[in-house]
């Protein structure tokens, strides 16, 4: 028998060409909020291209007994179609990638140190930096939030950053409380932040507005929600990679004792 003839992958694609048709409004959803975490030169095309094999790809790979909808993991695909085209066109300058390193590595110190999240000033003076020239690092490293929101934030779980925000669902027991637990933590590491970056967070995560959106609903330039944007999502990193060294060290302790 002809495979392209049996019924059985001729109703699975069939399956999938619906599923694909109904969603494909979450493609304009995506490029339209991901458009400003991308490089200009990184066109619309480029983004609905990517988004639409993302899109493509979910068809393909849907398990409902893994209990999700699917337009949830719909979603995840997309974005992750997207952060891929946009490593894959490595836009992102390797002194950049250093500066931002660098970023998160004086905020993490700076959270040590001082035992609180530390202020814009105290970032820069730790940088060497003016608190212009800092703020205008922050625009220029902000490109990286796109990315770093899909870079594993939990090595045990495997959950990224964006996950823990979003609250997906778990398919297990297990997993809705290992979920739950990074939930927690990242909310405690959210009310650490100063009030506009908090602001900025919930409305971008939790309300799915644009950074446009945002800067009108906060009478702020978008150049400054950006660099909120920018230090608020440093800030958290190194407050989880911070805390996950502390738990780290919390475990081989225990283990040495017993």
């Given at each position: 028998?002809n495979?392209?003839l049996?019924?059985?992958?001729?109703?699975?694609a069939?399956?999938?060409n619906?599923?694909?048709?109904e969603?494909?409004?979450?493609?304009?959803?995506?490029?339209?909020?991901?458009a400003?975490?991308?490089?200009?030169f990184?066109s619309?095309?480029?983004?609905?291209?990517?988004a639409m094999?993302?899109?493509?790809?979910?068809?393909?790979?849907?398990?409902?007994e893994?209990g999700?909808?699917?337009?949830t993991?719909a979603?995840?695909?997309?974005?992750?179609?997207?952060?891929?085209e946009?490593?894959?066109m490595?836009?992102f300058?390797?002194?950049?990638?250093?500066k931002h390193?660098?970023?998160?590595?004086?905020?993490?110190?700076?959270?040590?140190?001082?035992g609180?999240?530390?202020?814009?000033?105290?970032?820069?003076?730790a940088?060497g930096?003016?608190l212009?020239?800092?703020?205008?690092?922050?625009?220029?490293?902000?490109y990286?939030?796109?990315?770093?929101?899909n870079?594993?934030m939990?090595q045990?779980s495997?959950q990224?950053?964006l996950?823990t925000?979003?609250?997906?669902?778990?398919?297990t027991p297990?997993e809705?409380l290992?979920h739950?637990e990074?939930?927690?933590?990242?909310?405690?590491?959210?009310?650490?932040l100063?009030?506009?970056?908090?602001?900025v967070?919930?409305l971008?995560y939790?309300?799915?507005?644009?950074?446009?959106?945002?800067?009108q609903?906060?009478?702020?330039t978008e150049?400054?929600i950006s660099q909120?944007?920018?230090?608020a999502?440093a800030?958290?990193?190194?407050?989880?990679?911070?805390?996950?060294?502390?738990?780290?060290?919390?475990?081989?302790?225990?283990?040495?004792?017993?």
């Amino acid at each position: 028998m002809n495979p392209s003839l049996d019924p059985y992958k001729q109703s699975c694609a069939e399956h999938q060409n619906r599923l694909v048709t109904e969603h494909m409004h979450l493609i304009d959803f995506w490029v339209e909020r991901m458009a400003p975490q991308v490089p200009a030169f990184m066109s619309r095309d480029d983004l609905m291209s990517a988004a639409m094999e993302g899109l493509n790809n979910a068809a393909q790979r849907f398990d409902p007994e893994r209990g999700f909808l699917f337009k949830t993991f719909a979603e995840h695909r997309i974005r992750g179609s997207i952060y891929d085209e946009v490593r894959r066109m490595d836009w992102f300058s390797r002194s950049l990638r250093e500066k931002h390193q660098q970023l998160t590595q004086t905020i993490r110190s700076l959270e040590i140190k001082l035992g609180r999240s530390p202020e814009e000033r105290e970032i820069a003076q730790a940088l060497g930096l003016s608190l212009s020239e800092y703020q205008d690092l922050l625009g220029k490293v902000s490109y990286l939030g796109c990315v770093s929101l899909n870079e594993i934030m939990d090595q045990d779980s495997g959950q990224s950053f964006l996950d823990t925000i979003q609250d997906e669902r778990g398919n297990t027991p297990e997993e809705a409380l290992q979920h739950s637990e990074m939930v927690d933590k990242l909310a405690k590491k959210l009310r650490e932040l100063s009030p506009k970056e908090q602001t900025v967070v919930a409305l971008y995560y939790h309300e799915g507005l644009t950074q446009k959106e945002i800067s009108q609903v906060m009478s702020l330039t978008e150049g400054r929600i950006s660099q909120l944007h920018s230090q608020a999502l440093a800030k958290l990193r190194a407050k989880m990679d911070n805390q996950a060294m502390h738990e780290g060290r919390q475990g081989t302790s225990e283990s040495g004792k017993g």
